[in-house]
């Protein structure tokens, strides 16, 4: 037999297409050839695999070796085509059978000495196989991440030795499996923020119904404080939304700990950060922050020193809950529904409409840094809640403040194992009547599961042109009121939740 098909998959995105290493052992000149639209680390994956199948006990084919990697339009990159490279070439030669081949997949990257090391994307490639109806052999280091799917056959190897036995019937591979999982580092505490309790119920409204928030307020009132505490008052992760996070960070630079399984992300990049950064991108399109921050949080500090073009890269998939990459050569699309979480200052010193008076800024340079955030970004955003200075009393220093009380005593408050309950009963309520969170609700659903009352209604009318609402802006006014009802524990809207809504999406002062 001089021909061997052996079936892997692509870590090109989070769908891991199906790939089959076909290897034609020739007559000719020894050496190897990969053809598919491979890669420079595919391409150099010749030279590993010759080295590893020396290095194993087995003996390199001295003929002339092609392998092509089918589809042969898809790239291919990686060094996850190593071990159904090696295989191939040992079946092919008829040093190994090609039993357990057409129901097993195979990926990992192989040392010079076979031993074989971790790749990219091992959960989405056995979401793929099993999904697929196979099994899959994956790198021990792997096996952790992989055993979070709890389904199909998916087994360890440390080696390309142990996989030859396996396949010879000499040997056996142990079921991945997960090891020790460090516990997650416990979120910062809501009760730890000094006063703010206008901005505390809006987060507690924003959490309950996955609901876009932007803070504005003078520097050090606690802005990003509160955006830090948002993690700990989120509802817990369904298994598929886990499973869905998880295979994201599985494909990115980064790679996936399994400490954070089933805790939802927080991403907060800087503000440089580019719009490819942003959304993803790349000759090799990998998933961006917006992906990363899927089904959970994506927190933008300093929201107008972000450049004006990354910033308006979200309003697509603000909207979709998606991201569509395309290239000359492919198109990838990765899921995107994540909670926008935003801070800035009201002006360039930050001190605009403070009661101290200290802002000097003219109106036109007020002007020229609110402008960096366009309209409609702005009109996506479902809660904006002034941060204002706190009174010296309420910071624990005052006159309020007994001489055995720590600064910050005072602020009390509940904390956030309390607002979290509250917050998973809300987005229960939601899921059992729509099956997705408030903000997520389709046009049609909001008017079959937020119909308003006649007095309601007038209020909303009214509400829209005084303060010039858009048809998108009544209607996340009506999903915030919807959630307000949630977390009143209430079937209906009334007057007193849409006039809630309607006071948090109020624009800032002096906006």
Known sequence: MSLARVMTRA??????????????????????????????????????VRAAICNSGFDMPQRRVTISLAPAELPKAGGGYDLPMAIGILVASAQLPARRLDTTEFVGELSLGGELRAIRGALPAAIGAVGAGRGIVVPMANAAEVALLEQGDRRQATSLTDVS??????????????????????????????GQPRAKRALEIAAAGSHNLLFCGPPGTGKTMLASRLPGILPPMSATEALQTAALASVSIGGFETSQWRQRPFRAPHHTCSGVALVGGGSFPRPGEVSLA????????????????????????????????????????????FQLLCAMNPCPCGQSGDPSGECRCTADQ?????????????????LCVDVPRPDRPVLGVGENAGPDDAPGD????????????????????????????????????VRHHCRLPGGAGALLESAARRLRLSPRGCQRVVKVARTIADLAESNFID?????????LRRRFRKW
């Open 410 to 445: 005072v602020a009390g408050g509940e904390d956030s194992g309390r607002i979290r309950q509250r917050v998973a009963t809300a987005r229960k309520r939601q899921l059992a009547r729509s099956g997705v969170a408030n903000a997520h609700l389709e046009p049609a659903a």
């Open 294 to 337: 899927h089904n959970g949080v994506l927190f933008l500090d300093e929201l107008p020193e972000f450049n004006r073009h990354a910033l308006e890269v979200l309003r697509e998939p603000l909207e979709s809950g998606r991201i569509v990459i395309s290239r000359a050569t492919r198109q990838a699309e990765f899921p995107a529904r």
């Open 366 to 382: 007020v002007a020229r840094y609110r402008s960096r955030v366009s309209g409609p970004l702005l009109d996506r955003i479902d």
């Open 165 to 194: 036995l396996w396949l010879a019937g000499r040997g056996k591979l142990a079921p991945a499996r997960a090891g020790p999982t460090p516990p997650a580092a416990m979120p910062p505490d809501l009760a730890d923020v000094v």
């Open 495 to 503: 007057e007193a939740h849409l006039a809630e809504a309607i006071q």
């Open 11 to 48: 870590t090109a995105d989070v769908q891991a297409p199906e790939v089959c290493v076909e290897v034609h052992l020739a007559g000719g000149l020894p050496g190897v050839s990969v053809v598919g639209l491979p890669q420079a680390a595919v391409r150099e994956a010749r030279d590993r």
